[in-house]
């Protein structure tokens, strides 16, 4: 079942994008995209930045199998950018728990950045955490599509579906 069709998620992440520019103007930027379910929407948002003061750098890491989290979080690809003076933004493609956030904060914090700030496409609005820019709060439902996965599958599907299993 949609749950977000393809023209919503433009919509809304054009909107996050004028957001981001007008709140960053003038300085620099590095979105932070946490592979692999916010890729999409990372290189969707950066092409609404502005292009002389926005970088992007990537990281990798796994908590989920299946539709359950593991409740650990591996690190297995770290970012390469110096973050010093640099206003970092951590691209996620969603919050559940909330386990992977506090994971992220405290590492990205860790490379002293100028300032953190968080984006996550979605939210399932389970924790008691104000995120900097949503795109979107939905269900505590599973969900597929612009790149959230079932075990890898459904990452390219244009839009936000929700998961039910056969
Ligand atoms: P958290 O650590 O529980 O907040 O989970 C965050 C991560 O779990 C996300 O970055 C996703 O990779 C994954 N995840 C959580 N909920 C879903 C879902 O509904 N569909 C697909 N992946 C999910
Ligand atoms: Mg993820």
Excluded at 66 to 74: D, L
Excluded at 82 to 106: R, S
Excluded at 112 to 139: Q, V
């Amino acid at each position: 079942m949609i749950l977000i069709t393809e023209d919503k998620i433009k919509n809304r992440v054009k909107e996050l994008g004028r957001e981001i520019r007008n709140d960053y103007k003038g300085k620099q930027v590095v979105l932070i995209c946490v592979l692999k379910g916010s890729v999409f929407f990372m290189t969707d948002l950066a092409r609404e930045l502005d292009e002389t003061t926005t970088e992007i750098d990537f990281m990798q890491i796994s908590s989920y199998k299946g539709t359950e989290s593991t409740g650990k979080i591996n690190l297995i690809n770290d970012i390469t950018s110096d973050l010093k003076g640099k206003n970092a933004i951590v691209v996620e493609d969603i919050i559940d728990t909330g386990l992977t956030l506090d994971f992220l904060i405290n590492h990205i914090n860790s490379k002293k950045p100028e300032s953190l700030k968080i984006c996550s496409f979605l939210n399932k609005n389970k924790i008691n955490y104000k995120i900097d820019y949503t795109g979107f709060e939905i269900p505590n439902e599973f969900v597929i599509g612009y790149g959230l996965d079932f075990d890898g599958k459904y990452r390219n599907l244009p839009n936000i579906s929700i998961f039910k299993q056969k």
